[in-house]
């Protein structure tokens, strides 16, 4: 809820085709929030704004049905699923998996978290999706492989990468920077990147 958790604002690319709830009284939508990506609802009279998924990851808003809402999830350590949910009285209380992706590749067994760094400047903190190596070496530190998002606004939310799962569990520790101008973050941080492109989100990955 926007209420409960420092709220940035609506990153939104586009909204589904069905997007209201069964009275109209509710918009729907995914977007960037931070190091994730979220559905939100929209009480159109109330003005309110709340997030209705709860697990951590990537979520995709696919389509709306009466108050029905079709999403997509993933994380670096879960493959693609479809899930659905029920929204009733203003939440959505259970998500359930309609799909059940292969867990045979291992993807499960990573380990994956959100870390701060301090950026160049030392002006402020932005996230790092950081994907940790299934079988690290005992006698020395694994390789790290990191990886940056274009755009230059675009971002890197903690969704499922095949290229970056994969590399994880050959040994590798894997760094996904998410750097200041990434859309997801404050309004501030935006614009910070304007006039700076190609200097400060360099130095931010650096």
């Known amino acids: 809820d ?17 997007c ?9 939508l995914s977007s960037y929030s931070g190091a994730f990506q979220d559905v939100y609802s929209v009480a159109l009279q109330e003005r309110r ?7 951590p990851g990537s979520w995709t808003l696919v389509d709306v049905c009466q108050n029905l809402l079709l999403a997509s999830f993933s994380s670096p ?3 693609p699923c479809l899930m659905v949910g029920l929204f009733h009285d203003g939440i959505i209380s259970q998500w359930t998996q309609l799909t059940n992706p292969d867990s ?9 978290e959100v870390r701060q760094f301090v950026v160049s400047d030392a002006s402020e903190l932005i996230d790092a999706i950081l994907v940790h190596p299934v079988d690290p070496p005992k006698d020395r530190k694994p390789p790290l492989a990191v990886y940056l998002h274009g755009g230059p606004h675009s ?3 903690a969704q ?6 994969s590399i994880s569990r050959l040994g590798f520790l894997s760094l996904v920077p998410n750097f200041r101008g990434t859309l997801g973050y404050s ?5 910070s990147l304007s006039g700076k492109i190609g200097r400060q989100d360099v130095d931010d990955a650096h």
Do not use: M
Request: proline share 5%; glycine share 4%; charged share 15%.
């Open 49 to 55: 704004i709340a997030r209705v998924t709860k697990e």
């Open 20 to 28: 209201f709830s069964a009275d109209c009284s509710h918009l729907f």
């Open 77 to 79: 350590s879960h493959t």
């Open 160 to 165: 499922f990468y095949l290229w970056i799962s």
């Open 187 to 191: 309004r501030a941080s935006i614009r």
């Open 155 to 157: 971002p890197f939310p």
């Open 104 to 112: 045979s590749c291992g993807f499960r067994q990573l380990r994956w």
């Open 2 to 18: 926007s209420s409960t958790t420092e709220f940035t604002g609506l990153f939104c690319y586009n909204l589904p085709r069905n």
